[in-house]
């Protein structure tokens, strides 16, 4: 059975910092596609972050720059480092492995203050 927690979500003020944590059981992250994606109020879930076994890590426009996803095989976990917050980054945030038809988390709520 896959599982992927999530943790790290909470309030912060824009400029800050934020670090998701996405820690995976029955699946080993470093032989799979992984991701974050987001979701904010009525809209649609969006990627933020992701990353094909060997390939380079891609990165939604909006976070370039800002955002940093990397991953501690030893600890089979997935992280996104999310630096100069906006209030347009408050959304549920996701992390996902082998794609949208693959596995999800519970999603952690970011929200950022102006």
């Known amino acids: 059975q896959v599982q992927l927690v999530e943790s790290g979500g909470g309030l912060v003020q824009a400029g800050g910092s934020l670090r998701l944590s996405c820690a995976a059981s029955?699946?080993?992250?470093?032989?799979?596609?992984m991701g974050w994606y987001r979701q904010a109020p009525g809209k649609q879930r969006e990627l933020v972050a992701s990353?094909?076994?060997?390939?380079?890590?891609n990165y939604a426009d909006s976070v370039k720059g800002r955002f940093t996803m990397s991953r501690d095989n030893a600890k089979n976990t997935i992280y996104l480092q999310m630096n100069s917050l906006k209030p347009e980054d408050t959304a549920v945030y996701y992390c996902?492995?082998?794609?949208?038809?693959?596995?999800w988390g519970q999603g952690t709520q970011v929200t950022v203050s102006s």
């Open positions: 990353r094909s076994p060997g390939a380079s890590t």
């Open positions: 029955g699946i080993i992250f470093s032989f799979n596609a």
């Open positions: 996902n492995s082998r794609g949208l038809q693959g596995y």
